[in-house]
């Protein structure tokens, strides 16, 4: 189907919803509407309170949270009317997959592809407890050495120097590094190849892959990825790098960053002993005294000619997110842009945290933008920060940076390709399309 039919099956089926509810509901389906809003609002605000308070009031809220919907349902029912509501639903989830579907466009220019020839000494570092124990359910380092990698398997009862054994193998001659596992070792790893100008592979064998997603590579199927060492194109990504303190004494804190670095709100629970053994506990256990600042230092962010004072989170990741991805912020369209994107999260009552909860990037208490570095400066000595998965304390201040084209990346010349997010639908643009589209492309424009 076409994007004009696409569009206009998007205009059918929201017009249907509305009047299935005006045709079966009447003037009651003003009513019906009302309820459904209060309903939304009255759960997302108790949402906020069960997470930013504690004792009866976060009971209260729980309690709210459950019974708000099931009470919104019990009088849809109790009225006769609770399949107009449903049914209306269905056609409304109908017009807005459709309008999203109408709107995508074509894919967003790919990053530059350079030829790249088979290395010689290829070294590849496998995590044996990444993603669950990928690296031996597809037995990635049997079918590696085959390939003729040189691969050594990381001994979970030993603590071991990623960064030094990747630096010990280029000393001895590797002119190919790569990694199975999670993206903070991936991202430990990238940091010495791009200092030794030396091309990276990533194996997606970790619990995410966010950086081998926006790679374009296959994250079910690890075992694609080896591909790059037979049948590979090189991309120039950029790399973010995050360093602490202001003098000597906190030289050799910079590191690199392939997703991200947090600060605040979950920097601080990630940050927790507990957090490991009892996340959920100890996220609920935190978050009352985070949210209304009782605890936690008190941060400070400049960047781009932007102050941000006290803000409950900030992320800053190498490339900005799509700001339209309404799965959360999760996908990059360029790993290329020679940009930070920046994420910062300011809840000052209830009211703008509803909004967030139901409007994500367009709510007030969500600001984004995008810079070449970042400063992130507190009230205390060191901040609690986590740089793309790892927990760290970091002396403030802290500075993000940028470093554009700085890691050469080898990835199979056939690929899935990065994920297209749908985008926010524009109803306005849907209309367009569906009643223009076909004069357009008719030749009847009177152009």
């Not at 629970?269 to 936690?296: C, F, H, I, N, W």
């Not at 990346?409 to 589209?437: C, D, F, S, Y």
């Amino acid at each position: 189907m076409n994007r004009r039919w696409t569009a206009r099956l998007a205009l059918v089926a929201g017009v249907a919803a509305v009047a299935v509810l005006l045709v079966f509901a009447g003037l009651g389906s003003v009513v019906l509407v009302v309820v459904g809003l209060a309903g939304t609002v009255l759960t997302a605000a108790g949402t906020w309170w069960l997470l930013s308070r504690s004792g009866w009031v976060r009971w209260l809220a729980a309690a709210l949270v459950v019974a708000v919907p099931l009470t919104v349902l019990g009088l849809y029912a109790a009225a006769g009317l609770l399949w107009v509501v449903l049914v209306s639903l269905g056609l409304w989830a109908l017009a807005v997959s459709a309008g999203r579907a109408a709107l995508a466009g074509d894919d967003a220019p790919a990053m530059p592809e350079l030829p790249a020839g088979r290395a010689r000494h290829p070294f590849l570092i496998m995590n044996p407890r990444s993603g669950g124990g990928k690296v031996g359910e597809f037995r990635l380092a049997e079918r590696a050495t085959a390939l003729g990698a040189e691969v050594v398997v990381l001994d979970p009862a030993v603590p071991q120097d990623v960064a030094e054994l990747a630096r010990q193998a280029v000393r001895r001659g590797a002119d190919l590094l790569g990694v199975a596992g999670g993206d903070g070792t991936q991202a430990l790893v990238a940091g010495v190849a791009a200092e030794h100008g030396v091309p990276f592979v990533v194996i997606s064998a970790g619990t995410r892959n966010h950086f081998a997603m926006d790679l374009g590579l296959d994250r079910q199927d690890p075992v694609s990825c080896l591909a790059a060492l037979t049948d590979a194109v090189e991309l120039r990504v950029d790399l973010g790098r995050i360093s602490g303190g202001r003098g000597p004494a906190d030289a050799g804190t910079e590191r690199v960053f392939v997703n991200n670095a947090s600060f605040g709100v979950y920097a601080a629970v990630v940050q927790s002993p507990a957090y490991r053994e009892d996340k959920a506990r100890t996220t609920l256990e935190m978050l009352p005294d985070l949210l209304t600042r009782r605890s936690g230092p008190r941060l400070v962010v400049r960047a781009g000619g932007r102050n941000r004072t006290d803000p409950h989170a900030v992320l800053v990741s190498n490339n900005p997110y799509r700001s339209d991805d309404a799965a959360g912020l999760g996908h990059r369209d360029r790993l290329d842009s020679g940009r930070l994107g920046v994420l910062v999260v300011e809840v000052n009552s209830t009211t703008e945290a509803t909004e967030l909860l139901l409007l994500g990037g367009r709510g007030r208490g969500l600001t984004a933008f995008a810079a070449q570095e970042v400063v992130v400066d507190a009230d205390a000595s060191a901040v609690p920060a986590g740089v793309d998965g790892e927990a760290l304390m970091l002396p403030t201040p802290v500075r993000c940076r940028i470093e554009p084209g700085a890691l050469r990346v080898r990835v199979p010349r056939h690929r899935p390709g990065a994920p297209r997010p749908a985008p926010a639908v524009n109803w306005r643009e849907v209309r367009r399309l569906a009643l223009t589209m076909g004069r357009v492309a008719a030749g009847r424009d009177g152009r």
